[in-house]
């Protein structure tokens, strides 16, 4: 059951989550870090502020996946945000991405990511048992937690999420809104044990080389997504997808992530 601190949350979803769709679906739960600490600076004087990328990377994200048909059509997207509650910010779960009236967030209160995490795989698998009874094909969903990972994970969150992880029913994303790069002059090492408990697979962990690439960054996560979603469709059922070498983002001399590698993400 979704936490009862939970606000405007359930399943209250679109139409089109409770028809049969003829291509597989990809639910996309995006946590939000909307706690007081996204209104600190990411980097040094003069940088942006963390609240301020972190809509930005909404921004990237939503109308990046929005632009291409067939990764509009296949892709739900639910945004939660997490303070010391957690609230869905979207008119509707799980829409898509041309469906959505993209909010402003704003930081506010205290940091409870496990809350969060707890409701995030809660509501997700809700949805894809709804799939499932309609006769929906599914990707595995995914988890994109956006934040600062500064806040400490209960022993009931981090079971929920290696049960997930290790029976390969969800994917775990992050992404900092702070430099994860030990190269970069102004790094930051979050908790890095709370990181790792919320995202078990390292390869999942993205960062960018410098705090100045945060937002290049957003922009290469949500295009290798839509192309994950494009390689996927076009594999057939148990055949291994095919990466052309001028797909490949990584292969570009302005990639601007670190971590990880474009087969992790399909």
């Not at 929920?160 to 970069?184: H, Q, R, V, W």
């Amino acid at each position: 059951m979704v936490n009862d601190n939970v606000q405007n949350v359930g399943l209250n979803m679109p139409e089109y989550m409770y028809q049969k769709q003829e291509k597989p679906i990809q639910l996309i739960t995006l946590l939000a870090d909307g706690s007081s600490s996204q209104n600190q600076p990411v980097a040094g004087p003069g940088s942006p502020m963390r609240i301020d990328l972190l809509n930005e990377f909404f921004q990237r994200f939503i109308t990046t996946l929005a632009k291409d048909d067939d990764v509009n059509e296949q892709v739900r997207i639910n945004i939660m945000v997490f303070n010391h509650e957690v609230e869905s910010v979207l008119e509707m779960a799980f829409m898509r991405p041309r469906d959505i009236t993209i909010p402003v967030i704003t930081a506010k209160g205290g940091t409870d990511m496990s809350l969060a995490t707890i409701d995030g795989i809660t509501v997700t698998e809700a949805a894809y048992q709804v799939g499932k009874t309609v006769g929906n094909e599914h990707y595995r969903p995914r988890i994109v937690i956006v934040g600062d990972f500064e806040d400490n994970l209960t022993a009931e969150a981090v079971r929920m999420i290696n049960e997930y992880n290790d029976a390969e029913k969800m994917l775990f994303d992050g992404f900092s809104t702070i430099p994860l790069n030990t190269e970069d002059p102004y790094f930051r090492e979050p908790a890095i044990w709370c990181l790792k408990e919320a995202i078990p697979d390292e390869k999942r962990r993205l960062a960018v080389r410098t705090y100045n690439d945060l937002a290049d960054g957003y922009q290469q996560y949500a295009d290798l997504t839509a192309m994950a979603i494009r390689i996927r469709t076009r594999t057939g059922e148990g055949e291994k997808p095919v990466i052309l070498p001028e797909e490949d983002p990584f292969q570009r001399a302005d990639n601007k992530l670190i971590v990880p590698h474009f087969n992790d993400l399909i």
